[in-house]
């Protein structure tokens, strides 16, 4: 049996060849013959190139649809991870806010101007001392308990809150610098979740400079802004709310 083993070793590829191993093995041949017809019936393509492409993506079309399909979903559980996750951070800032001012009222929340003292970087100083000098007067003068005339409404209201964020949006509606845009974002500053308590509450000189940078603009062509002008505009309307606190 060795001997065998050795010699068709020995023989290598005449023993081991494709011809020798059809020779041993008929059904072999068979296969071979019955895949070589198949290749010879099989026509060839000589379509055009567009047409070609057209039929690997109709032949390909399930991997495809199954790849759109993976991506839109994907599009979507990224969505909805990030709705969510927002949702969740501004419900702790809420949350945060509320528990901090039951807590520690005193941090949030700033009961008259001169608590605050802040100077913006858009602003120049002379504005800054201008209107923060009339804007603290205002404010002391209004939370002392003196009563204000409002333009719309022919009764006196007291306004011991001070200078409210309500009156200083009507003054930059007064000067046509009012935004819905402005409004918003001045109103988010205050550490209050209702639209009342955001409204009729002291407003702080870090706000109240804050307001007055949102309503300044640059002119594009010439790089000027209209500091001055709202500066001035600004002044004006609040000695007319000292003006009607003194004749309530």
Known sequence: MLSKVLFRKNLGHRYFSYSALIRK???RAAVVDSLDRRNEEKPTFHAKMRHRIGYFFRSKRRRFLYFIFGALLFQLFDNILKLTGSRAERNFKILKRMALNKVYPEILNCPSS????????????????????????????????????????????????????????????????????????????????????????SCTLQEFYELIALCVTEDPQTGVTDELLVSELLLRELDKIAFMSTQA
Not at 141 to 149: C, E, P, S, Y
Not at 173 to 191: A, M, Q, V
């Open 114 to 201: 001169l608590r605050t003292h802040h100077e913006t970087e858009t602003l120049s100083q002379k504005t800054e001392k201008e209107l923060g000098q009339r804007f603290v007067e205002i404010d002391q003068m209004l939370a002392a308990g003196l009563k204000i005339v409002k333009p719309t409404e022919a009764s006196t209201s007291s306004s011991s809150a001070g200078l409210t964020r309500a009156m200083l949006i009507e003054c930059i509606k007064n000067i046509g610098k009012h935004d819905d845009k402005i409004e918003h974002e001045f109103l988010n500053k205050s550490s209050y979740t209702n639209l009342d308590d955001k409204l009729n509450t």
């Open 25 to 27: 093995y008929p059904e």
